[in-house]
Every structure is written in C-alpha cells, then in structure tokens.
C-alpha cells in the first residue's frame, strides 16, 4: 500500500429542536468545568516533547448498534468481522499490544475463543474513545499512546496503524492523530461517510457527516479534492483519560461525531493523508460488499 505522510492529514445525539435544546443547555451547563479541564491539560502536552514509545491497540466493539444490531459478530466469509480487524490490527508493527474492548458476553466469548485479549467495560460508554479510555485504566499498565481500532473495517491495512501512530510521535502538541483518504465521487453526500478538512501543516480543522467544503453552486466539484475520515485514531494516552471528563460540546452534539470534542476544546490533532479503498461496514448490505471485494483480491 502506498502511503502519502505529507502530514495533511461518537458520542450521541438527539434530533429535534426540543432535543437540541436540551443538548445545548446541557453543554452550557458543563462549559466552564470543561474549559478548566481543556486549560490545565493542554499547559501539560505543550510542555510534553517526549517520544511515547509505549503503544496498545484498542478495538471498542458493542452488541447493541442502532444501526446494525451485533455487527462485530457478522460473519465475513466465515469469520467474525471482529476477529477479521484483529487479524490485521496484529500485523502492525507500533503496537506492544492489543485488546477488545465489549460490554457484551457473546463479543467477549467469541473474542477469546479466537485468541484476542479481552477487557469488559461498562454499558454506559457513549462512543469508541470513552470505551478506550476505560479499557486503558482497566489494563494497569503504563501505555503513552493508545489506538483506537474500529471494528468494523476488516479490511484496516497494518501501515494505517503504524502511520498515525508515528504521526502522534512526531506531533508533541498534538494529542490525537488520525488517518484520510481520498473521498470518492458517489460518496459526497453520504452521512455515513464522514469528511474532513485540514490546514497547511496538517492538522484537522473540521470533521462532518455533510460535503466540506461546500461550495456555492451546491454540487460537488470534481476538481476538489475532498477528503474522507478513516475511522482508525490514536489517542496520547493522558489525554485519553481526561477525554470522558470534558463535557459534550455543541458541534459534537450536532454531527453526532467524537473527534469534534477533542479541537472544540481546543486540543490539536495530526492527520495523514493515505492511498487506501475505505472498505467500513455501516449497514448490513455492505458485508456483501465486502466479500465480493475479498473474492475479487482472493483475500481468505
């Protein structure tokens, strides 16, 4: 896989205008505790210039999906998709270590039976990152970066992972990285494909379910190279536990994505450009998908 490093690179919400309401007097309720929260760790990473050498691979994974009920136990030609991300979370090379993370038995049987370690976490976490942050205090160990794995791209490349990873490393103020890619044509105005837009020293800017940028005629434009969001981040591990302290910020609430409360708080964020097919599994008719790909590339 070619891999571009020219360094450029979910919590819940409600609909309704009642529901927003609400969403927005609980976000102003919780702004100057997480405003204090944001300034005394963001004092702490700016002095921060140590290499984190330290790295575990975290794959979150919930049985009850709104939007695909048990999808990390779906088959893909004749495996678990869970175990199908595992295989290839362990092919990078940057991580000491890797762990499911579930609030649900049958994920965490199925796991073990494959040979993953597993961490059981509370019901109550509200996206992938609260899950990591919970699985990181429940290992005991001493870890300096954390990567959050999605489960649901079987198809991850290892280089993926060990790219955002040395992003992180090579970022001191930035405490989180990810990963983009080209954003396909007939994908523009999909809200399951989320885009993103990044300044001139690769740091995000913006993330969201809508076409960014969007330009006055309505329309994409094919000239522009737009940019989709793989779901694969790296957390700095410290960051990563006061991640669930920092109260949800309005446009969190309103695009319904994680990686918005992390720059609202006014934390940076490195992002790699890579030259990959984002193969995700959202709904149940892309599993199809999916393995039509596998037996066209005769991946097993």
């Not at 649901?152 to 990873?165: A, C, F, R």
């Amino acid at each position: 896989m070619k891999m571009n490093l020219m360094s450029i690179c979910s919590s819940s919400s409600e609909s309704g205008s009642s529901s927003s309401s609400n969403a927005w007097l609980v976000v102003s309720h919780g702004l100057v505790a997480g405003a204090a929260i944001a300034l005394a760790a963001g004092a702490y990473f700016r002095r921060s210039s140590k290499l984190r050498s330290r790295v575990v691979g975290i794959i979150p994974a919930r049985f009850a999906s709104s939007r695909f009920q048990g999808k990390p136990l779906v088959q893909i030609l004749g495996k678990p998709m869970i175990q199908r991300t595992w295989e290839r979370a362990k092919l990078a090379t940057t991580l000491e270590h890797i762990v499911v993370a579930t609030d649900d038995e049958k994920i965490a049987e199925c796991c073990r039976g494959f040979g993953a370690d597993v961490v059981m976490t509370s019901e109550s976490c509200r996206n992938g990152a609260e899950r990591c942050s919970e699985a990181l205090q429940k290992l005991g160990m001493k870890y300096d970066i954390v990567v959050n794995i999605q489960g649901d791209e079987p198809l991850i490349e290892p280089e993926i992972i060990d790219g955002i990873v040395k992003a992180l490393q090579g970022a001191p103020d930035a405490v989180f990285s990810t990963a983009v890619t080209s954003l396909k044509p007939e994908d523009g105005f999909d809200p399951n494909r989320v885009k993103c837009v990044v300044d001139n020293h690769g740091y995000a800017i913006y993330f969201s379910r809508g076409l960014i940028p969007y330009n006055k005629s309505g329309k994409l434009n094919p000239n522009f190279p737009y940019l989709l969001h793989l779901g694969i981040q790296c957390y700095d591990s410290k960051f990563l536990r006061i991640y669930p302290e920092l109260p949800p910020t309005p446009l969190q609430l309103e695009e319904d994505l994680e990686q918005l409360k992390v720059l609202e708080n006014g934390y940076k964020m490195k992002v790699i450009k890579v030259d990959h097919d984002a193969h995700g599994v959202d709904t149940p008719e892309d599993v199809e998908k999916i393995e039509a790909l596998m037996r066209e590339k005769n991946l097993s």
